[in-house]
Nanobody
Framework: QVRLRESGGGSVQAGGSLSLSCAAS????????LAWFRQAPGKEREEVAS???????KYADSVKGRFTISRANPKSAVSLQMNNLKPEDTAMYYC????????????????WGQGTQVTVSS
């Protein structure tokens, strides 16, 4: 059973940066597909970025060039560096993991964290 816990959220002004981390426990996720999602009030959940064990990364068009996903050290499964933040980036951000080593389009993720809030003010 994989357990995920996000950290690093907070409030920042537009143009600022935040770094999110996701710690995994209960199992090794080194060979898993890992992803970040976000959900703003009244909006559908959106996949922000994903990274496979093959290091292939994918980004939503809305964050390309501003966000960077990376696999981190053994204690932090995956990180998300967010630069040049915009008010529309305000959302609850979730870390997700699934066993397939390659991240497929539209795939379902079995494991989810509780989320961390990111608020960007103009």
């Amino acid at each position: 059973q994989v357990r995920l816990r996000e950290s690093g959220g907070g409030s920042v002004q537009a143009g600022g940066s935040l770094s999110l981390s996701c710690a995994a426990s209960g199992a090794t996720v080194g060979n898993y597909c890992l992803a970040w999602f976000r959900q703003a009030p009244g909006k559908e959940r959106e996949e922000v970025a994903s990274i496979g064990s093959d290091a292939v990364v994918k980004y939503a068009d809305s964050v390309k060039g501003r966000f960077t996903i990376s696999r981190a050290n053994p204690k932090s499964a995956v990180s998300l560096q967010m630069n040049n933040l915009k008010p529309e980036d305000t959302a609850m951000y979730y870390c997700a993991a699934d066993a397939p080593p390659v991240c497929g389009s539209g795939m379902s993720y079995e494991y989810w964290g509780q989320g961390t809030q990111v608020t960007v003010s103009s």
